[in-house]
């Protein structure tokens, strides 16, 4: 029913810069707060910044001032802008949404977390 795919992974030198997109596709009611999420090799998935529908932001605070992320609506998309990358920002970075998924012409379902299925990131020289 209902898709988020991430893009924009890879290996880039400490310091560098990437860019993650994540649309989320499907039977779309609405979509509320979305959000990365990273996952360091062996260790629990942690947020790293949300965004809601309204715009207001929220981040980790071992990102804040090097990422940002931003949202397009009319697209169903978000952004995170990586800039400064540290080894330690190496992680299979995740896409979440809540989402209500239409079941209906005039009904939904209740709010529920969506996944994507991650992109990796590898920062390294």
């Known amino acids: 029913q209902v898709q988020l795919v991430e893009s924009g992974g890879g290996l880039v030198q400490p310091g560098g810069s990437l860019r993650l997109s994540c649309a989320a596709s499907g039977n779309i009611f609405a979509i509320y707060t979305m959000g990365w999420y990273r996952q360091p090799y062996g260790q629990q998935r942690e947020l790293v910044a949300s965004?809601?529908?309204?715009?207001?932001?929220n981040y980790a605070d071992s990102v804040k001032a090097r990422f940002t992320i931003s949202r397009d609506n009319a697209k169903n998309t978000i952004y995170l802008q990586m800039n400064g990358l540290k080894p330690e920002d190496t992680a299979h970075y995740y896409c979440?949404?809540?989402?209500?998924?239409?079941?209906?012409?005039?009904?939904?379902?209740?709010?529920?977390?969506?996944w994507g299925q991650g992109t990796q990131v590898t920062v390294s020289s």
């Open positions: 979440n949404a809540d989402i209500r998924v239409k079941n209906g012409p005039y009904t939904y379902t209740p709010r529920r977390d969506y």
């Open positions: 965004i809601t529908n309204g715009g207001s932001t």
